[in-house]
């Protein structure tokens, strides 16, 4: 009798579990027609960008956009045709020549984009105090319906490495400036900040206001490794919460890089063919009313359960 309901209990876990959203950050690094012509990498890339409902996708240097076009396209035409896939890019970014996009792709059956905004550049193109950013972060607000947050703001940006602790500070005022605009605290700040190793030191961080300021949470500890060679160990890769609905809706220890290279069985040569960053991801809870409709069965074994006074899975069913 236990063991039945049990087993009904673990069902509802990984029901549970399978239908949080999980958010991805990945800096593909150099993502263009090269790789996308790629078939090896661009199945590794498929198999990672899968398992995000939305990942925001950093250093697109493709000015035709046919890469991004080509990853919709095989992502689109997976077997599992339960999900579509759409996507939602930047301006093309950067100082001088060199410019980048942050392209966020998400599952357009889970997910609907009720505004996008692009942090916009002081007038001119000086590099003095007023012109922090290498690429101004990159906004969108979603709507998820089946989540216990159901509208939040992605912030993305990748940071330049010799200004990173001055653009991850400036970060604070996109979020003051976002929430001025649409009246929303939820947000997620994600991508790759450069927050690490020898772009930051200890008494730089003390100036930082997302971290001075205990309503950001940093979910990417500072000894994480989201770097894909084994010569280093950086937490380059971040994800920083705001907003009380957000903050409780994120699954404990879900926050982590997502090592592929020891998930795919990949030589070191072979993932940094893909990238020589790790995606950082992090999985919100579902609503608590969208649960799995047990069978005549189940109930029956739980309600037997319950008489008997050995009801221990109260808890277990719902995940986090």
């Not at 045709?81 to 930047?90: F, R």
């Not at 996008?116 to 950013?133: A, C, L, R």
């Not at 490495?161 to 947000?187: C, G, H």
């Not at 809706?249 to 790790?278: C, I, R, W, Y």
Request: proline residues 3%.
């Amino acid at each position: 009798m236990r063991a039945s309901v049990l087993l009904f209990a673990v069902g509802l876990c990984v029901f549970n579990a399978a239908s949080s959203l999980k958010i991805c950050a990945f800096n593909v690094q150099s993502f263009g027609e090269s790789k996308a012509n790629n078939k090896k990498v661009m199945g590794i890339l498929l198999k990672i960008l899968s398992r995000c409902d939305v990942c925001l996708i950093q250093e697109v240097r493709d000015s035709k956009g046919a890469a991004i076009q080509a990853l919709l396209k095989d992502l689109n035409g997976r077997l599992d045709k339960s999900n579509s896939y759409s996507y939602v890019e930047s301006e093309r970014l950067g100082r001088k020549s060199y410019k980048e996009q942050y392209v966020y792709i998400y599952r357009s059956n889970v997910l609907t984009v009720k505004e996008h905004y692009q942090y916009s550049k002081p007038e001119g193109e000086g590099t003095n105090d007023t012109d922090v950013f290498s690429r101004e972060p990159f906004v969108v607000r979603f709507h998820s319906p089946t989540t216990l947050v159901k509208d939040f703001v992605l912030i993305g940006h990748h940071a330049c490495p010799r200004n990173a602790m001055k653009e991850i500070n400036e970060l604070y005022t996109v979020f003051k400036s976002i929430y001025n605009k649409w009246k929303i605290d939820n947000v997620v700040i994600l991508g790759d900040l450069n927050a690490g190793c020898s772009y930051v030191t200890i008494k730089g961080w003390r100036a930082v206001r997302l971290r001075s300021d205990p309503k950001f949470r940093w979910l990417i500890g500072d000894e994480q490794d989201t770097t894909v060679r084994e010569k280093t160990h950086c937490a380059y890769d971040r994800i920083i919460v705001h907003g009380r609905e957000v903050i409780s809706s994120v699954v404990p220890g879900s926050a982590q890089p997502f090592n592929f290279k020891k998930h795919f069985h990949l030589t070191e040569e072979e993932a940094l063919e893909v990238s020589d960053h790790f995606p950082v991801e992090v999985d919100l809870k579902p609503n608590h009313r969208q649960t799995a409709v047990p069978s005549d069965m189940e109930t029956k074994n739980v309600n037997m359960a319950e008489n008997s006074e050995e009801d221990d899975v109260g808890g277990a069913v719902v995940v986090g």
